[in-house]
């Protein structure tokens, strides 16, 4: 793709699934790499995963909850590599959302909270802090991870805080879009559907996944390194006409009635 060679890319939640996808996928097209995550072993292994490979990668530890850490981490990726043109906001917590984020009677109000902490004004925190480096260098390129659960209920009734954080995502896409586009600044919301990553087959039943298979209109479910080429093609200058959508990275699940 172009425009990767050389630029400085972050992602957030780089240590595993989609984010690690996307951070060896940055590497390969000639991008610097900052992992960024909470998982501290995880995010190096990927950091190293990528050097060992021969690209440059780095790794940070951070908690999204936590403004001082996000302010920490855009200052190690500006530190190490001396600027920032890309960033992947796709940090979750599977776990949270799988067993805590239940119907609006019985999700309790802290995991609601802490739900949007992480998803929603987690991503806030990390683009108010790499949109002024952006800026001053002439410019950079932002992608929100989305879900298509952000569009409609979930069939089981459940996750609702997910579904409300997540839906706050296009608007922020949007906001940045309009506000910085003519400095150079371009933002996108990509909406997944069920991405069959280690973390999925982990908390999820055999049925769950067949039923995600099932419901897409090509041979087989997502792979993380499928989001990951939508991403980083979003990323690169091959979409730079392309600002404040969002796109449905779903395998036409959502073409259906």
Known sequence: MNGLQGKVGLVVGGASGVGRATSIRLAQEGAKVVVGDINEPAAAAVADEIRSAGGEAEWCQVDLRREDDVKALIEFTVEKFGRIDLLHNVAYDPVHVTTKDLDITTTALDDYDEMHAVTLRGYILTCREAIPHMVAQGGGAIVNTSSLAALRSLPTGLRFSYSIAKSGLTP??????????????????????????????????????????????????????????????????????????????????????
């Not at 039923?211 to 041979?219: E, M, Y």
């Open 172 to 257: 922020l896409s949007q906001h940045i879009a309009v506000r910085y586009g003519k400095q150079g600044v371009r933002c996108n919301t990509t909406a997944l559907g069920m991405v069959v990553s280690e973390s999925f087959k982990a908390t999820m039943s055999p049925d769950r996944v067949k039923t995600s298979a099932d419901s897409v209109l090509v041979p087989n479910p997502a792979r993380p390194e499928d989001i990951a080429a939508a991403v980083v093609f979003l990323l690169s200058d091959d979409a730079c006409y392309i600002t404040g959508q969002t796109i449905n990275v779903d395998g036409g699940s959502s073409a259906r009635l």
